[in-house]
């Protein structure tokens, strides 16, 4: 079992950054694939970022390469998401989500947990 909770959201300028965070409890962290998905307003919620156990594989979503980094501390059981250069397309509910396995990492039906999200919103 693994609970998340984000935190970090809120409201930033165009061109701005902002850091969100994901804490996790639960003794299997260190071995899940944890993933970042977000969801505007009347849309599918989508992939955005993905790291592996050891942080040394990581996937991002065409639309945030180069601009967003996703990272791991194992010792805090928390997972990051540095998010650089937004625009107002990148406002979304931001959730973290844990999956066992490194495949197919952009698939939200993959991950088993999910936290309650954490609200992004990026003005003009």
């Known amino acids: 079992q693994v609970q998340l909770v984000e935190s970090g959201g809120g409201l930033v300028q165009a061109g701005g950054s902002l850091r969100v965070s994901c804490a996790a409890s639960?003794?299997?962290?260190?071995?899940?694939?944890m993933g970042w998905f977000r969801q505007a307003p009347g849309k599918e919620r989508e992939f955005v970022a993905a790291i592996g156990r050891s942080g040394g594989n990581t996937y991002y979503a065409s639309a945030v390469k180069g601009r967003f980094t996703i990272s791991r501390d194992n010792a805090k059981n928390t997972v990051y998401l540095q998010m650089n250069s937004l625009n107002p397309e990148d406002t979304a509910v931001y959730y973290c989500?844990?999956?066992?396995?490194?495949?197919?990492?952009?698939?939200?039906?993959?991950?088993?947990?999910w936290g309650q999200g954490t609200q992004v919103t990026v003005s003009s």
């Open positions: 639960g003794r299997s962290f260190s071995s899940s694939t």
């Open positions: 989500a844990a999956r066992q396995t490194l495949v197919a990492v952009t698939i939200k039906n993959g991950y088993n947990y």
